[in-house]
Each structure stands twice: as structure tokens, then as C-alpha cells.
Nanobody, 125 residues
Framework: QVQLVESGGGSVQPGGSLRLSCTASRITISTYSMGWFRQAPGNEREGVAAIFRDDSTRYADSVKGRFTISKDNNANTLYLQMNSLKPEETGMYYC???????????????????WGQGDQVTVSS
């Protein structure tokens, strides 16, 4: 079965950085569009960034200029570099894969076929 496994989360002070990884098995990420989502306690899951099959990227307005989504097709791994982290960005971070992602709906959860289990990111002093 398809697996997406996130890693790299943890605790960091405000202004700090983390790099999340998402390693895929049973799918080849170069043939999928990929996304990162986060969910704070009590909130809905929201789209953070996406990378399409042509390597074009999209970001939520709140993270533009601070977060970078990338992938290593040889390693079959997706990344999210997060800089200048804020306390309100605490939450579970999920990676997801989509075989039919459209530009205008990349933040929609229903556009993604597969999801990871998530990794916790805590931003606190």
C-alpha cells in the first residue's frame, strides 16, 4: 500500500527553522503533485504549499518568502523548509499526493489521493 512518512518535526523557538521530509513508497512522486498541510489544535487542516508535476510551486500567503517546498525525485522525497517560524504555526504537518491537482484548488483536501500520518511542529519560547 502507498505510504507517505513525514519526519523532521520537533520543537523550535520563534524565528527558528525546521525542514520537514516526506518519504514516499509505492508511488513515484515525480508523477504526482504534492502538498503540505498543517492543522493546529481545534482548527481545520489548511494548505501550506504545493509542488506540481512540472515543479511549479504555490504557497499560502502567510508563508510566502519563509517556506520553500521542494522534492528530490531520486530519493522519492518531498521537503518543506520552514524559516522564521511563528508560534501560531504550531500544529501537525501532513504531506499529501495528488494525481489530478489543479492550480485553483491546490488547497482543497479532496484533491489529494494519499496522506501521511503527520508530524508535530511546536513553535514556542
Amino acid at each position: 500500500q502507498v505510504q507517505l512518512v513525514e519526519s523532521g518535526g520537533g520543537s523550535v523557538q520563534p524565528g527558528g527553522s525546521l525542514r520537514l521530509s516526506c518519504t514516499a513508497s509505492r508511488i513515484t512522486i515525480s508523477t504526482y503533485s504534492m502538498g503540505w498541510f498543517r492543522q493546529a489544535p481545534g482548527n481545520e487542516r489548511e494548505g501550506v504549499a504545493a509542488i506540481f508535476r512540472d515543479d511549479s510551486t504555490r504557497y499560502a500567503d502567510s508563508v510566502k518568502g519563509r517556506f520553500t517546498i521542494s522534492k528530490d525525485n531520486n530519493a522519492n522525497t518531498l521537503y518543506l523548509q520552514m524559516n522564521s517560524l511563528k508560534p501560531e504555526e504550531t500544529g501537525m504537518y501532513y504531506c499529501a499526493a495528488s494525481s489530478w491537482l489543479f492550480d485553483g484548488t491546490w488547497k482543497s483536501l479532496s484533491q489529494y489521493n494519499y496522506w501521511g500520518q503527520g508530524d508535530q511542529v511546536t513553535v514556542s519560547s
